[in-house]
């Protein structure tokens, strides 16, 4: 059993940074691909980027990409996503995700993954 723990999330004006991590405890971090996730209010849960067990591979949204960096020190048993030039679409409650597995990419599909974080709030004003 691993439990996440996102932070670093907050208000920010539009085309500013923030940089939000995963805490992983109860295991380390080495056997999970990572994800990242968001929820608007009134959409839908998406994907944003996935990063595999290695950090070797990483996955991005579209609307995202460019903007946004996953990192991963394994050794800290903690995952990052640096977000750069923010809108206010990027307006959600961003969640990580784990999933154990012995495969080397990534997973972009919430379905895949076994363990969530109670998410942290990241809002964009314009």
């Known amino acids: 059993q691993v439990q996440l723990v996102e932070s670093g999330g907050g208000l920010v004006q539009a085309g500013g940074s923030l940089r939000l991590s995963c805490k992983a405890s109860?295991?380390?971090?080495?056997?999970?691909?990572v994800g990242w996730f968001r929820q608007a209010p009134g959409k839908e849960r998406e994907f944003v980027s996935s990063?595999?067990?290695?950090?070797?591979?990483?996955d991005y949204v579209d609307s995202v990409k460019g903007r946004f960096t996953i990192s991963r020190d394994n050794a800290k048993s903690t995952v990052f996503l640096q977000m750069n030039s923010l809108t206010p679409e990027d307006t959600a409650v961003y969640y990580c995700?784990?999933?154990?597995?012995?495969?080397?990419?990534?997973?972009?599909?919430?379905?895949?993954?076994?363990?969530w974080g109670q998410g942290t709030q990241v809002t964009v004003s314009s």
């Open positions: 109860g295991r380390t971090l080495t056997m999970y691909v």
């Open positions: 990063i595999s067990r290695s950090g070797g591979s990483t």
């Open positions: 995700a784990a999933s154990r597995t012995f495969y080397s990419g990534t997973y972009s599909r919430d379905r895949e993954y076994d363990y």
